[in-house]
């Protein structure tokens, strides 16, 4: 499911990139379909002697307690910068730029659509290996 979630935000972000209308929907796409790329390429996995099944497993288990304040969204920041280096500063371009475009300013250039695709293309080549 994750790495068919992944597809379709990647179809609906090259759609719309394609249309030039929607460009902040371009990056929030991209970044999501990222998301799900990352997801599906971390899970399951075992630490311990526990196998975690899915990010929301995960989270739940080790990253939410009384102690850990984390989103979501760092948490998976965070195990990028733990297991995919190579691809770290582009998931957090994507990350920060989505949450820009989809809470403060809908306006995003053509050229900051066009590194939003190139970006997830990037991470995609590296969970796709």
């Not at 090259?14 to 929607?22: D, I, V």
């Not at 970044?31 to 399951?44: C, G, I, K, R, T």
Request: with cysteine; aromatic share 14%.
């Amino acid at each position: 499911m994750k790495k068919a979630h992944a597809i379709h935000n990647e179809e609906l972000c090259e759609f719309l990139l394609q249309s030039k209308k929607f460009n902040d929907w371009v990056v929030t796409a991209a970044f999501y379909s990222a998301l799900h790329y990352v997801h599906n390429e971390l899970f399951p996995r075992k630490e311990g002697s526990v196998t975690y099944q899915c990010f929301e497993d995960y989270f739940n288990s080790v990253m939410k307690s009384p102690s850990r304040t984390l989103s979501k969204h760092a948490a998976t920041i965070r195990l990028v910068d733990q297991h995919f280096r190579p691809i770290n500063a582009q998931y957090r371009w994507l990350h920060d730029n989505c949450m820009t475009t989809r809470y403060n300013n809908y306006i995003v250039d053509d050229r900051t659509a066009q590194e939003a695709k190139r970006y997830l293309l990037k991470i995609k080549s590296e969970m796709i290996k």
